[in-house]
């Protein structure tokens, strides 16, 4: 149950602390706003640091990602069951921390006239909408992630200190947001995509649009894609 329960508070704090970011840049009269991309890469870095550490030291497995828990699965380092359960408690996490994010900024919808700017601070959305190379850049995105976590942790890099970790995953992310995040705003993570998105659907947001979910598997299958293909090539090569 620890497992769970790390899975489930680690997410909620990446998504807090994420999306977080994104409506302090976004919402109109936040002190933040228009404070730009890199205040909104360097939040999810910490954000990713945070909840890696919040789901380790509640006795998860610090993966916040069902992308991460396939690739580990397949890797065999977690169970189907185990796999199931930490999926369940991802998605669950990012739709409370999705719901977290619109009270901590409860009074600034309303003063928000963007509809694209409210559902961006759930969600990802692509700068050019081309559903195939939307998927490719998650995909890249995703397989950069994976693949880079087991470069970090691999045999022949040695054993890392204890707490290093996380802050190297952290810029882990931080790079990929900056070099990849462009195209789609680099989601690289279901839960952290949809669990939100359906938090943006079913909150009482004042003056929201749609949810856009016809763009919403993207998000879901591309990162998946993406461990998939890390997971394999990183086991082939013996990381």
């Known amino acids: 149950m620890n497992n769970l ?4 508070f680690g997410t909620m ?12 840049v976004l919402l109109s009269k936040s002190k933040a706003q228009n404070s730009g991309w890199i205040v909104i890469t360097a939040g ?5 640091m945070v909840g ?6 509640l006795g998860g497995p610090g993966h916040l990602n069902p992308a991460v828990t396939i690739a580990q699965l397949l890797r065999g380092n977690t169970d189907v069951t185990q796999a199931i359960s930490y999926i ?3 998605f669950v996490g990012a739709f409370v921390g999705g719901v977290l994010v619109f009270l ?3 009074a600034h919808w309303a003063e928000t006239d963007n509809k694209g700017f409210k559902l961006g601070i759930f969600c990802t959305g692509p700068a050019i909408r081309s559903p195939v190379w939307n998927l490719v850049t998650e995909i890249i995105g995703t397989f950069v992630l994976v693949f880079g976590v087991y470069a970090i942790f691999g045999k022949a890099v040695g054993a890392i200190p204890a707490g290093l970790g996380p802050f190297l995953v952290a810029g882990l992310v931080w790079g990929i947001g900056l070099s990849l995040g462009g195209p789609t705003g680099y989601a690289i993570n279901p839960a952290r995509d949809l669990g939100p998105r359906i ?3 079913v909150l009482p947001i004042a003056g929201k649009g749609d949810s856009d979910w016809g763009y919403s598997w993207i998000p879901v299958v591309g990162p998946i894609i993406g461990g998939i293909i890390a997971a394999v090539l990183a086991g082939a090569l013996t990381m």
Request: net charge negative; glycine share 8%; hydrophobic share 70%.
């Open 52 to 57: 890696v550490f919040a789901s380790v030291a």
């Open 199 to 201: 938090a943006h659907f």
């Open 44 to 48: 999810w870095a910490f954000a990713v």
């Open 104 to 106: 901590a900024y409860y």
């Open 88 to 90: 369940i408690a991802q």
């Open 5 to 8: 329960i790390g899975e489930f």
């Open 13 to 24: 704090m990446l998504i807090v602390l994420g999306d977080g970011v994104v409506a302090a």
